[in-house]
C-alpha cells in the first residue's frame, strides 16, 4: 500500500519505507507486536517499554524464568523510524536477535526478526502493525 508524506505529499510506492525520501519526514512507527512461539500469544507495544521477566510471564510461557527484569529494551527509533531493541544494563542472559548477540547499541528490529534469551530460549517473533 502507498502513503503519502503529511509534510510534503510526496506519494511513497513502498510502504515499509519510513524515512521520505522528498523531505526527511519520519513516520510515527507503528505498534510493535511480539508473538510468542512458545504460546501463541502477543503483546502489543506502542510506547518505548523495558521488557522483563514480570512482563514475559503474561503471555511468553516458561521461558520467561531466563530473563531478567529488565531483559531489554523497545524504543521507537526518531532518526530512522521503526523500532530499535537493546539489552538491559544488568542482565544475566544475554538477548540475542536473529541468533546474534546484542551489542551495547541499540539494533534495528525489522518485522519478521527473532527475539532469543541465549540462542535458543524465549523466541519472541517481531510484527509491525501500522
Ligand atoms: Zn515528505
Not at 17 to 24: F, I, N, S
Not at 36 to 43: I, N, V, Y
Not at 89 to 104: E, H, I, K, R
Request: hydrophobic share 45%.
Amino acid at each position: 500500500m502507498a502513503w503519502k508524506c503529511p509534510q510534503c505529499g510526496f506519494v511513497h510506492e513502498n510502504e515499509a519505507a519510513r524515512v521520505c525520501e522528498a523531505c526527511g519526514y519520519v513516520r510515527a512507527p507503528g505498534t510493535l507486536v511480539l508473538v510468542a512461539e512458545q504460546t501463541r500469544r502477543s503483546l502489543q507495544v506502542g510506547v518505548d517499554t523495558a521488557i522483563g521477566k514480570e512482563l514475559l510471564e503474561t503471555f511468553a510461557g516458561a521461558d520467561h524464568a531466563y530473563a531478567a527484569d529488565p531483559q531489554f529494551l523497545l524504543a521507537r527509533d526518531p532518526v530512522r523510524g521503526g523500532w530499535s531493541i537493546a539489552p538491559a544494563p544488568g542482565a544475566v542472559n544475554p538477548t540475542f536477535l536473529n541468533g546474534a548477540a546484542l551489542g551495547a547499541a541499540p539494533a534495528p528490529l525489522e518485522p519478521g526478526a527473532v527475539i532469543t534469551i541465549g540462542p535458543e530460549r524465549l523466541r519472541l517473533r517481531v510484527e509491525n502493525e501500522p
